[in-house]
DNA sequence: TAAAAGTACTTTGAATTACAAAGTTAATTA
DNA sequence: TAATTAACTTTGTAATTCAAAGTACTTTTA
């Protein structure tokens, strides 16, 4: 038998990538502040992780006010959802092998 | 809310030791050569995720023979089971969550 | 109106991690 | 005795992660 590694999606083998993603599936948007305080990170660091993600096409970036302020929000694209899904179900499917 | 990085096992961050885990969970014991073909790892590569395991105590390594041949076997230890089983856990409250 | 604070980054640099490839040791089989 | 096998270790590079500092722009406060 073969454990066949690339199902498990390598974007997801960051927690703090999962910790995003599972937040965006919640909640339909999210703030930059939203995420960095239900992370508890820092400015750069967040940052950094919700880049790779738009760079996998998984979330997208909205500009925006609120009132005067600039807000930023983040959403999970349908790619995004189905691949975070995905290695989830793969997950699932290795926590049921072991029961 | 908050989402508790820290749940999420740093040791599991990777597919690779998933993979070593969730064999281990299976399976009493695998040899080097078993996890070599299981994960289609090289040697090094194998060896460095092996030692990372054992260095957190989550596996035990027994060196013996099978007939003539040296055969060095893994296994998962209590502690180590237990630990991935809380990771998966975690996991799967959040899919839970999710739906 | 000048200074302080907030938002959302980017840049920098260091530490850690991951990985392939080659080398090693010791036994074994052709 | 040469080649093979098992199980590593070493080496070196590339990628990843992260904090901290810097930036640009706006807004609020003193």
């Known amino acids: 038998m073969k454990f066949d590694l690339d199902k498990l999606n390598k974007v997801f083998d960051n ?3 999962v910790g995003i993603m599972s937040g965006l599936m919640v909640n339909e948007s999210l703030s930059f502040n939203d995420l960095k305080e239900y992370l508890s990170l820092t400015d750069g660091n ?14 997208t970036v909205t500009k925006g006010f609120i009132g005067r302020k600039t807000n930023t929000t983040y959403s999970a694209t349908e790619e995004g959802k189905m691949a975070f899904k995905q290695h989830l179900t793969y997950l699932e499917n290795l926590i ?4």
């Open 96 to 99: 049921k092998e072991l029961k």
């Open 46 to 59: 967040l940052a950094s992780h919700l880049k790779n993600l738009e760079e996998s096409q998984y979330i």
């Open 15 to 17: 927690r703090i990538r």
